[in-house]
């Protein structure tokens, strides 16, 4: 099964700046890989899909890097906002198309 | 549309007790499931089902059940509550679009078990 790491400390970064967190995975290279925001006491929301034919998918402030021989994949927010604090999940498929699995998420404190 | 909704929303339950949460979804989704989440833990599948009348588990099923006798609906049931099933429950769907799976998550049901 695939074991994905992503950077269990919270990021705090000040506003302005662009931040970059992290998803690594350690077994076999995913056909694609998806990134998730999470708000406290809510369910996570889709952001982001990239395929493994991508290296770069962009939306609005957004852009995810997909480097399938570091097995690694970047997801960055640039100009960012205090409205983008949030814990922020890569997922990954496993068994097939039918499900996925979700790394626990990092943490993400833009400071004003 | 109201997206993927899930009742109830907080459950207080005590060790032994029974009962079911239910997840509706209006989106025509294939695709259900129930995960759990719990610090430090991330999301984990509990059982999921790709379409009416399936279901099929997932990394952590033991001591639930599913059903899904309708395509909108999923439901999770726990027989017998223990102190360990306390956590935050979710459901999500997604369609059966291959290579765009993203899902569609519920507001969340937080179960505590005494």
């Known amino acids: 099964s695939q074991k994905i790491e992503q950077n269990s400390e919270a990021l705090n970064i000040q506003e302005g700046k662009t931040a970059t967190l992290t998803c690594n995975y350690t077994?076999?290279?995913?056909?694609?890989l998806q990134w998730y925001r999470q708000d406290p006491g809510r369910g996570p929301v889709f952001l982001l899909l990239?395929?493994?034919?991508?290296k770069e998918k962009r939306k609005e402030r957004l852009k995810v890097t997909f480097d399938t021989t570091l097995k690694q994949s970047l997801f960055h927010i640039t100009a960012s906002q205090p409205a983008d604090s949030a814990t922020y999940l890569c997922?990954?498929?496993?068994?097939?198309?039918?499900?996925?699995?979700f790394g626990t998420g990092t943490k993400l404190q833009v400071i004003p | 549309n109201a997206g993927v909704t899930q009742t109830p929303k907080f459950r207080v339950l005590k060790t032994g007790q029974s009962m079911t949460l239910l997840c509706a979804q209006d989106?025509?989704?294939?695709?259900m499931y129930w995960y759990r989440q719990d610090p430090g833990m991330g999301l984990r599948l509990i059982h999921y089902?790709?379409?009416?009348?399936?279901?099929a588990k997932g990394e952590v099923p033991d001591g639930y059940n599913v059903s899904r006798l309708k395509k909108q609906n999923f439901l999770l049931g726990l027989e017998s509550a223990a102190p360990s099933q306390t956590s935050v429950y979710f459901c999500?769907?997604?369609?059966?679009?291959?290579?765009?799976?993203?899902?569609?998550f519920g507001p969340g049901t937080r179960l505590t078990v005494t």
């Open positions: 999500a769907s997604s369609g059966q679009e291959r290579g765009r799976d993203e899902q569609y």
């Open positions: 077994n076999y290279s995913p056909a694609y």
């Open positions: 990239i395929r493994e034919n991508e």
């Open positions: 997922a990954l498929p496993s068994g097939g198309y039918q499900k996925v699995t």
């Open positions: 989106m025509n989704h294939e695709y």
């Open positions: 089902s790709v379409g009416e009348g399936t279901t």
